[in-house]
């Protein structure tokens, strides 16, 4: 691969960035997080962020003392289960306590297993120095713009000081938060990944402005993700006709990115409760009732 020497160090056995770890290493996410603080027009409440996850599947959502029992018994049974994160099914962070205690346990109980969580990046900023403390491998945070008209086309609102705030307005505050967490996670040494969704017609010229922005800033890898727009999971309701990209043409945008950025080509999008190697997920082998009856 061509990441640099001392990222590669740092994701040698992470099986989402080392084209080699994924054949030898375990990941899984415990779904802990129900909530989120932002809308975005292609999220389906039903079903998982679109933060990491495809849409369309919901995952069983665990207290975080429940999260840290099938943690255990997962990496009791798969012996390669190097990473745990947190996805989902709303955004992490928009749930603070039930994801930092779950981080704060595994710290704890399970110190060899890497943390690593995803956000939209709205809360991200007061939650970085906890975060650090917990030994967060890395982060992931959605930026699908860095431009708040066109934020104001993906977001129609935010929830922020206990307050609703809509259109160019609250994308503008998004777009702040996302930009000063990823300064400050990068300023105490904490690797970055950025996933963009890119939307036909929406933002995907202007994600070639987004990965050369998050580049120069030190996110160490793009991901830029398709849309799926099916009707049956209600993406981007409000948009008539609003498609997917064709896979030519997140090929060339991945290509185009490439120039400025390592791109991530091989993420697969998994459920925020996925179990296993990549590719695999053994997820219904460790229900929350089949962890118990195992005790
Ligand atoms: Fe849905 Fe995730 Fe967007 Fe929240 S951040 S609205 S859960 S896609
Ligand atoms: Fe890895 Fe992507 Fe799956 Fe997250 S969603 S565990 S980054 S492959």
């Not at 307050?163 to 505050?173: D, L, S």
């Amino acid at each position: 691969s061509h990441l640099p020497e001392n990222i590669r160090a740092k994701v040698q056995n992470h099986p989402c960035y080392s084209e080699e770890a994924h054949h030898y290493f375990a990941r899984m996410h415990v779904a802990v997080a129900p909530a989120c603080n932002i809308q975005c027009h292609y999220c389906n409440r039903k079903y998982d962020c679109a933060n990491e996850s495809r849409p369309g599947v919901v995952s069983e959502v665990l207290t975080p003392e429940q999260a840290v029992k099938k943690v255990k018994a997962v990496a009791a049974a798969i012996p390669q289960m190097s990473v745990l994160g947190i996805a989902g099914p709303g955004d992490p962070l928009a749930n603070p306590k039930r994801t930092l205690d779950t981080f704060r346990m595994l710290s704890e109980q399970a110190p060899d297993i890497k943390l690593c969580v995803s956000t939209n990046g709205l809360a991200l900023p007061e939650c970085v120095e906890e975060l650090a403390k917990h030994n967060i491998d890395h982060v992931t945070i959605t930026i699908n713009c860095v431009d708040p008209e066109i934020g104001a086309k993906i977001y129609p609102w935010i929830y922020w000081n206990n307050k609703r705030i809509r259109g160019v307005k609250a994308a503008k505050i998004l777009i702040e938060q996302q930009q000063k967490g990823l300064e400050m996670l990068v300023a105490r040494g904490i690797l970055v990944k950025v996933n963009s969704v890119m939307i036909p017609g929406v933002n995907d010229e202007h994600l070639k402005e987004v990965s050369k922005i998050v580049k120069a800033k030190g996110a160490f890898l793009h991901n830029v993700m398709p849309l799926i727009a099916e009707p049956e999971h209600g993406t981007f309701y409000g948009v008539m006709g609003q498609r997917s990209p064709e896979p030519e043409e997140l090929q060339d945008l991945q290509d185009a990115c490439a120039g400025d950025m390592n791109m991530m080509r091989h993420c697969r999008q998994c459920r925020a409760d996925a179990v296993g190697m990549l590719g695999e997920d053994r997820g219904d082998e460790f229900t929350l009732d089949k962890i118990e009856s195992m005790e």
